[in-house]
């Protein structure tokens, strides 16, 4: 197997969709769907995430769903992996497991629902930085997670060595920009919230870790681009193309909207697992009209052929 990777700054980070047939894995569509995505030219691959619907994989399928795609990658992007739940020992064995199939990086939750506390929190991240060697991204989501890390707290997990990354899905630029040069120069800041994510990079962050990525994921790499080299009206000009299908997507992504705009763009199964279902029949048609002018244009047409 190919050494990993870890994903380089300024990037577009793409966080997959699982798909299902009939109940099951695809994994014919998992591969064609990472192989589309690195075609495209993207930094890296999430998998398992809420995006891929990853609490409800079983352990069996998460291994599968990690395994297929750095098999599919072969060493071309780096693969992270979620393995981030409310538990810290179970945490801890699903990180160890992605470490061995060979994963670039975890994407780690801070714990969800039980409000462990800051305090909490920070044990939690030691514990797994002592348990695995794999570098830990993490996925600071406090509107999912009803968690949020403070400043302080942030100054704590700095001086954890396993910790790489954190990915900031909040949306709130004003206090990523108040963060300390010291904080800004020890972690890679990459944004899980698509609607500010150009403002983010704008603002100094690391790239994006995105959801919308699934669909059109040239013109979120090309935006990225743009920043990064300076060309903000190029950038905004792509945002302002990107946004009426982010804003239907939703800023961090629905599982049930991602894969009914790829069952128009890919011809994927748009099959979910319960407890999320199909997106209501007015949202399909907004979809569907955000992503007309995509569609329309025989350059986009040629891209999604790949």
């Not at 739940?85 to 990086?105: F, K, M, P, Q, Y």
């Not at 011809?267 to 002018?293: F, H």
């Amino acid at each position: 197997m190919e050494t990993a990777r870890m994903p380089r700054p300024g990037g577009a980070i793409t966080t997959l969709i699982t798909p299902f047939r009939h109940g099951c894995l695809d994994r014919p569509a998992l591969r064609a769907l990472a192989e589309w995505q690195i075609l495209s030219g993207v930094d890296g691959l999430t998998v398992c995430s809420t995006t891929g619907e990853g609490p409800t994989l079983s352990q069996q399928e998460r291994a599968e769903a990690i395994d297929l795609v750095i098999r599919s990658a072969a060493g071309r992007v780096p693969v992270i992996a979620a393995t981030g739940t409310n538990s810290t020992d179970s945490t801890i064995a699903l990180t160890r497991e992605a470490e061995v199939l060979g994963a670039a990086a975890a994407l780690v939750t801070v714990p969800y629902y039980s409000k462990p506390g800051q305090q909490g929190i920070v044990h939690h991240f030691e514990q797994l930085s002592a348990a695995s060697g794999l570098p830990v991204i993490i996925d600071h989501a406090p509107a999912q997670t009803a968690s949020d890390l403070s400043t302080e707290t942030l100054g704590r997990l700095a001086t954890i060595p396993g910790i790489f990354g954190i990915r900031d899905a909040t949306g709130d630029i004003a206090r990523f920009v108040g963060l300390s040069a010291i904080l800004r120069q020890r972690f890679r800041f990459f944004s899980g919230h698509d609607t500010s994510a150009l403002a983010f990079t704008i603002a100094g962050g690391d790239g994006m870790i995105s959801s919308g990525a699934n669909v059109v994921p040239r013109l979120f790499i090309s935006m990225q681009q743009a920043a990064r080299a300076g060309n903000l009206s190029a950038a905004r000009s792509l945002q302002d193309r990107l946004m009426p299908l982010i804003s239907v997507l939703g800023p961090e992504g629905d599982p049930a909207r991602i894969k009914h705009a790829l069952r128009l763009v890919r011809g994927l199964k748009a099959e979910l697992r319960l407890p999320l279902v199909a997106a209501e029949p007015e949202v399909c048609l907004a979809i569907g009209e955000a992503l007309a002018p995509f569609l329309d244009e025989s350059s986009t047409r040629m891209a999604l052929s790949l």
